[in-house]
């Protein structure tokens, strides 16, 4: 499979978004929440079953809970980071250890991080937040590309039109 997350096709689409946690209930309000707001939302129970679902469906941000068994959120997320680095993260934890979050912050590059309990005004803007910087981050790219595209182009027409004048120099 691709390694890098598919853009989306429609713009119009939904953003899809993937809730990652241990806890059925997080998971069931996490996507009540969403869902309400028009986004596509896909449920994990853990960190292997993240991956597994990354690998098959295209993700624009994945939500995923610190302390998971099996696989924590710091190591999920700098797995995503790395193998879907257009795909945003954040970081749902539901204790303090600063050091921890720290760890989740630099391993897997996050965009921001929640704690439970969250404040639902706060967990939507922070996505809608997340994918407005992803969707700035992909056209920035596509403007760079353009960029030097046409940049060849004005070299390629600049060198042309100094070969004409180098021949009509010579024949003059």
Not at 25 to 35: E, G, Q, T, V, Y
Not at 104 to 129: F, M, Q, S
Request: net charge negative.
């Amino acid at each position: 499979m691709n390694a890098s997350a598919p853009t989306q096709a429609d713009p119009a689409a939904p953003a899809t978004l993937l809730c990652v946690d241990d806890e059925p209930n997080i998971l069931s309000a996490l996507r009540r929440l969403f869902r309400a707001r028009g986004y596509r939302v896909l449920l994990a129970e853990g960190g292997a079953e993240g991956l597994r679902i990354l690998e098959q469906e295209s993700v624009d941000l994945v939500i995923s809970d610190m302390r998971m068994p099996e696989m924590d959120g710091a190591h999920f997320l700098a797995q995503v980071r790395a193998r879907w680095p257009d795909t945003m993260r954040l970081l749902l934890t539901g204790y303090s250890d600063i050091q921890s979050i720290q760890d989740a912050i630099n391993c897997g590059e996050i965009y921001r991080y929640i704690t439970k309990p969250w404040d639902d005004n706060d967990i939507v803007l922070l996505v809608r937040h997340a994918l407005e910087r992803r969707a700035l981050e992909q056209d920035k790219l596509r403007l760079e590309a353009l960029t030097l595209r046409q940049n060849e182009q004005l070299k390629s027409l600049n060198h042309n039109l100094e070969a004409q004048r180098s021949r009509r120099a010579r024949a003059s």
